[in-house]
């Protein structure tokens, strides 16, 4: 149970994260980084100094995917520490 409560807060985290990224990359797709001001001099900038942002879904599910694992591994000594509990003895505070 408690392995699965850490897999679903990884879940939670994961859509969190993803909903944050997705406005994140959508504001810096329109409008991108402005980097003028440190490449004026520079002369192998054949396009713009402006840099956006590109979100690839083989990224984000990677980016998913180590938060569920890393969510679940965080579990899993909690639930290794808890199984080797006597019951009664959880229950009743000291």
């Known amino acids: 149970m408690i392995a699965l409560e850490s897999l679903f807060l990884g879940l939670v985290g994961a859509a969190a994260g993803s909903a944050a990224a997705l406005g994140a990359c959508a504001y810096l797709a329109r409008y991108g980084v402005d980097l003028t001001s440190f490449t004026s ?3 192998y900038f054949a396009t713009s100094h402006v840099v956006r942002a590109r979100l690839l879904l083989p990224d984000l599910a990677a980016a998913n995917a ?4 890393t969510a679940f591994a ?3 000594y909690p639930a290794w520490k808890a199984s080797r509990l006597n019951p ?5 505070p000291k």
């Open 41 to 43: 001099a520079n002369q």
């Open 66 to 69: 180590v938060t569920l694992l």
């Open 74 to 76: 965080g579990g899993l």
């Open 88 to 92: 009664v003895d959880a229950i009743n």
